[in-house]
């Protein structure tokens, strides 16, 4: 046999067996390609067609109120729901806090609680209007823990004016919670003593209304919002309510820091904390101006801080993003036609950059392409 054939021949016998097995194989993956595309057609379908799952308490913000006519100085409070810990803040107003009237006019808070003046300057502050309103009584704020003694936790002693007399209190006090009243309405040597106490005396009486039942946590909440009237606010009321005393609840004071000034104290608001820790979750927010980070060094972490630096302003700050490359040297701050004076403000925040004109932008948007001229030690 000549050895031209041979060699066909044993190349002929290798194909054939090839694409035997070749057929062996498709039969046998082709149910697994079928079920695979079923199973993919399946998912995508339920993707395309799941009902989005909405947080019902996301942009929840209640004032609330405690003092009726009868009852002595009113207390307040800001409940303001957290979407990302998925929980309620509760910030104390305090009676010294210094807000400013519609015509720009000084005014104290404590003047004003117990009247609509308080919603509307407070909502101003906050740069979004407090839609809702919650005002108890100091016998229903009470009845919150039920029939209990609170263990009140004082950061420092504080002195008030109880029952005509002053007092000192330390940490670790005792109140029945129906004389709770007689600590929140009490004045205080100055503004610090009185919010220091409506601090641990809030966090106490919600702390022990979060241990009760749910069945009592669940009727105390529709007695203290069923004066109520109009059914929205009251449903709003009742869900900030119930979030205050479902889990652990962060308490502290409205942003701001306490003067002397003119030989009277008084708390200053901080409008930049306002902004980052309260305006920015307020229900209705929505700003004026968006300006978008990019990282142009590569250098880890370096845009969340920027975010972290520029949340003081009024704007909204989507998440960081990676530049077209890692090679600047210098921070860029690209600002539309009419942003020019944020971007003026960035700058002075970063304190690196140089503003240049955005053509391609909208008028109103902003990009920080940050470069290696800005280190992660600026920032921190």
Same mark, same amino acid.
């Given at each position: 046999?000549?050895?031209?054939?041979?060699? &066909?021949?044993?190349?002929? /016998?290798?194909? *054939?067996? +090839?694409?035997?097995?070749?057929l062996v194989l498709l039969y046998a993956v082709a149910p697994l390609v079928a079920l695979g595309a079923v199973v993919g057609a399946y998912f995508l379908a339920r993707a395309l067609t799941a009902t989005e799952q909405v947080d019902p308490d996301r942009g929840r913000m209640v004032l609330i109120v405690v003092g009726a006519e009868d009852d002595g100085q009113p207390a307040a409070g800001l409940a303001l729901y957290d979407p990302v810990r998925r929980s309620y803040r509760f910030y104390t107003v305090p009676r010294a806090l210094l807000l400013e009237g519609p015509q720009g006019e000084y005014v104290m808070a404590g003047d004003q609680m117990g009247t609509p003046a308080l919603r509307r300057d407070l909502g101003r502050l906050v740069g979004v209007p407090?839609?809702?309103?919650?005002?108890?009584?100091?016998?229903?704020?009470?009845?919150?823990?039920?029939?209990?003694?609170? &263990?009140?936790?004082?950061? /420092?002693?504080? *002195?008030? +004016?109880?029952?005509?007399?002053?007092?000192?209190?330390?940490?670790?006090i005792e109140v029945p919670a129906d004389r709770l009243e007689s600590l929140l309405a009490a004045e205080g040597r100055d503004g610090e003593d009185e919010d220091t106490m409506a601090q641990a005396a809030f966090a106490a009486l919600l702390h022990a209304g979060a241990l009760r039942t749910a069945e009592q946590r669940r009727a105390v909440v529709e007695e203290s919002t069923a004066e109520v009237s109009d059914e929205t606010r009251r449903a709003a009321a009742g869900r900030a309510l119930t979030g205050l005393l479902?889990?652990?609840?962060?308490?502290?004071?409205?942003?701001?820091?306490?003067?002397v000034s003119e030989g009277q104290f008084a708390f200053r608001p901080d409008r930049s904390t306002v902004m980052t820790?309260?305006?920015?979750?307020?229900?209705?927010?929505?700003?004026?101006y968006t300006?978008?980070? &990019?990282?142009?060094?590569?250098?880890a972490g370096i845009g969340g801080l920027v975010h972290q630096r520029l949340a003081v302003l009024d704007a909204a700050l989507p998440s960081?993003?990676?530049?077209?490359?890692?090679?600047?040297?210098?921070?860029e701050i690209l600002a539309g036609s009419d942003a020019l004076a944020v971007a003026e403000d960035v700058r002075a925040i970063l304190g690196r950059g140089v503003v240049l004109s955005g053509e391609q932008l909208p008028a109103r948007t902003l990009v920080v392409i940050v470069g290696a001229d800005l280190q992660v030690r600026d920032l921190q």
């Open positions: 046999m000549p050895k031209g054939y041979r060699t &066909r021949y044993v190349k002929k /016998r290798r194909r *054939e067996r +090839r694409q035997r097995w070749q407090l839609k809702d309103e919650l005002r108890l009584s100091y016998r229903q704020l009470a009845r919150i823990a039920g029939d209990t003694t609170l &263990r009140i936790t004082l950061e /420092r002693p504080v *002195e008030l +004016r109880v029952d005509g007399a002053w007092r000192t209190y330390e940490d670790g479902s889990r652990p609840v962060d308490v502290a004071r409205f942003p701001s820091e306490g003067k820790d309260i305006t920015r979750l307020a229900p209705g927010y929505a700003a004026r300006i978008l980070i &990019r990282n142009g060094t590569g250098e960081p993003a990676n530049a077209d490359s890692f090679d600047y040297d210098r921070t």
